[in-house]
């Protein structure tokens, strides 16, 4: 019997807010265990919510963006659950009446299909606490209550997906957007994205569902993807030997590249949902959605279409410089008055994400600048530096963040373009290599490669290679 898979995703996605869902404690990152906490997060008697409106934004902001409805009246309810990180024993989330639902993403395959993958709902609820773990086993557990009450989103899709690729191309849209609005950051080493997988496989082209497995918290969409293709094989080979799956929660194993069982899976209903007393029915004005909808920045997909139509880029360049919000300005920015956006394409798809790889930045802590790398590429096409003396003028402005110019006057680097000397050069290397000349003028044109690394080697790197190609050719052909 053939089987297909049946893939929904849960995200929980941090919300790029100054200060928590419901209480003014800070969301930085990094703080020390238990610094920003307060009577409202860690749920001190008689301490009430009061809703951040900044969370309420961006919630909008990002249902407007995944083509959600966004809701006029939403109701925030108590999920009861008890866990040593959630301090209330319950969490203030959104269950019958989320912000917004009924959105979709689009994701386009390798062959060029595109499938809509719809959206049920994206909800605003908050964060639980940090269980620290000794590394002794009999050791003892802390708790870190920094993260609990910071504001979520969480996207819950359709049953749409099918494959582990569609799944990372899903989330990789997903992440793109959520970016270009300015969202969240979605650093996934931070936590600020996280990935609940539930997938089960029934016989192809059956309408209904299997026994559904939950993976829970995902921290990569690389393993999001391997989880998959691991559940998937472990699940039909138990359906096709006539075994029997039972709901469960499971976890993936990063060590054994494979899911393993956590606990049976609880219900919706064990969570008794009720609406939080505490907490009014949520009313949104048409007037606030709509100021929202203005704020809304140009999304990756017509980013995409209008880099390769406006800069004559290649539907790949076009699709990696936008795969990031920050490298698609820096690429704008580099351009602003250079008529070769092509060359600083590639030289950023290869020279520039190859230094931010090796000395692990993000680009808005590079220190080359746009204008720095524009420069670069004046000095290049003013034949003042050559593409590999540019290599490395590019290599010490990461370092240093000094300009090219400085650097290039500081080493002497300056490339020699002066005709009349570049002549005196050429004409003492083939007073010196008559024999590689003669070579050359019998028909061995290989000869003429050695002829100018002579040129080369004597002006010590700096000549002009397209005048000395040129010299030399007029020279030897007189």
């Given at each position: 019997?053939?089987?297909?898979?049946?893939?929904?995703?849960?995200?929980?996605?941090?919300?790029?807010?100054?200060?928590?869902?419901?209480?003014?404690?800070?969301?930085?990152?990094?703080?020390?265990?238990?610094?920003?906490?307060?009577?409202?997060?860690?749920?001190?008697?008689?301490?009430?919510?009061?809703?951040?409106?900044?969370?309420?934004?961006?919630?909008?902001?990002?249902?407007?963006?995944?083509?959600?409805?966004?809701?006029?009246?939403?109701?925030?309810?108590?999920?009861?659950?008890?866990?040593?990180?959630?301090?209330?024993?319950?969490?203030?989330?959104?269950?019958?009446?989320?912000?917004?639902?009924?959105?979709?993403?689009?994701?386009?395959?390798?062959?060029?299909?595109?499938?809509?993958?719809?959206?049920?709902?994206?909800?605003?609820?908050?964060?639980?606490?940090?269980?620290?773990?000794?590394?002794?086993?009999?050791?003892?557990?802390?708790?870190?209550?920094?993260?609990?009450?910071?504001?979520?989103?969480?996207?819950?899709?359709?049953?749409?997906?099918?494959?582990?690729?569609?799944?990372?191309?899903?989330?990789?849209?997903?992440?793109?957007?959520?970016?270009?609005?300015?969202?969240?950051?979605?650093?996934?080493?931070?936590?600020?994205?996280?990935?609940?997988?539930?997938?089960?496989?029934?016989?192809?082209?059956?309408?209904?569902?299997?026994?559904?497995?939950?993976?829970?918290?995902?921290?990569?969409?690389?393993?999001?993807?391997?989880?998959?293709?691991?559940?998937?094989?472990r699940q039909t080979k138990i359906l096709s030997g006539m075994g029997t799956l039972k709901q469960e929660t499971r976890l993936f194993d990063q060590r054994k590249n494979a899911t393993v069982a956590m606990r049976f899976k609880e219900e919706a209903h064990d969570y008794r949902y009720f609406p939080d007393p505490d907490l009014v029915p949520l009313i949104i004005e048409k007037d606030f959605i709509e100021r929202i909808r203005q704020?809304?920045?140009?999304?990756?997909?017509?980013?995409?279409?209008?880099?390769?139509?406006?800069?004559?880029?290649?539907?790949?360049?076009?699709?990696?410089?936008?795969a990031s919000p920050k490298i698609a300005f820096y690429f704008e920015e580099a351009c602003s008055g250079y008529g070769s956006p092509k060359k600083i394409a590639n030289w950023i798809l290869s020279e520039l994400l190859r230094v931010l790889n090796e000395q692990k930045l993000e680009i808005d802590q590079f220190p080359v600048t746009p204008e720095m790398l524009r420069e670069l590429f004046l000095l290049i096409d003013a034949g003042?530096?050559?593409?590999?003396?540019?290599?490395?003028?590019?290599?010490?402005?990461?370092?240093?963040?000094?300009?090219?110019?400085?650097?290039?006057?500081?080493?002497?680097?300056?490339?020699?373009?002066?005709?009349?000397?570049?002549?005196?050069?050429?004409?003492?290397?083939?007073?010196?290599?008559?024999?590689?000349?003669?070579?050359?003028?019998?028909?061995?044109?290989?000869?003429?490669?050695?002829?100018?690394?002579?040129?080369?080697?004597?002006?010590?790197?700096?000549?002009?290679?397209?005048?000395?190609?040129?010299?030399?050719?007029?020279?030897?052909?007189?």
């Open positions: 019997m053939n089987y297909e898979a049946v893939i929904g995703l849960e995200i929980h996605v941090q919300l790029d807010t100054r200060s928590k869902t419901f209480c003014s404690c800070s969301t930085e990152f990094g703080a020390p265990p238990n610094a920003h906490t307060c009577p409202v997060c860690i749920a001190l008697p008689g301490a009430l919510p009061v809703l951040n409106r900044e969370a309420l934004e961006k919630a909008v902001m990002a249902g407007l963006a995944l083509k959600c409805e966004i809701s006029r009246h939403s109701v925030f309810a108590r999920k009861n659950y008890f866990y040593p990180d959630l301090p209330k024993a319950y969490q203030i989330s959104q269950y019958e009446e989320p912000i917004s639902k009924n959105g979709y993403v689009l994701i386009t395959d390798a062959l060029k299909r595109e499938k809509k993958i719809g959206i049920t709902r994206a909800h605003l609820e908050e964060d639980a606490g940090k269980l620290i773990h000794d590394e002794e086993t009999a050791g003892p557990s802390y708790v870190d209550f920094n993260r609990c009450g910071i504001p979520l989103l969480e996207i819950v899709t359709e049953p749409d997906l099918r494959t582990p690729d569609e799944a990372f191309l899903f989330l990789t849209a997903i992440k793109e957007i959520l970016q270009y609005t300015g969202v969240s950051e979605c650093s996934m080493e931070k936590g600020e994205l996280r990935v609940d997988v539930n997938v089960s496989m029934r016989e192809a082209g059956a309408s209904g569902f299997g026994v559904k497995q939950e993976i829970k918290n995902m921290n990569s969409f690389a393993n999001v993807r391997h989880a998959l293709d691991y559940e998937i094989r704020k809304l920045p140009e999304l990756p997909e017509v980013k995409r279409l209008r880099f390769a139509a406006q800069y004559g880029l290649t539907e790949y360049d076009a699709s990696m410089l936008c003042e530096i050559s593409g590999k003396m540019a290599k490395a003028v590019f290599d010490e402005m990461a370092l240093s963040g000094s300009t090219a110019r400085l650097i290039v006057e500081r080493a002497g680097l300056r490339q020699m373009s002066d005709q009349a000397e570049i002549q005196n050069v050429v004409d003492e290397v083939i007073g010196e290599h008559g024999n590689v000349a003669r070579d050359y003028r019998s028909g061995k044109t290989s000869a003429l490669g050695f002829l100018v690394g002579q040129v080369m080697k004597k002006t010590k790197g700096k000549a002009n290679p397209r005048l000395v190609n040129e010299m030399l050719l007029k020279r030897l052909k007189s």
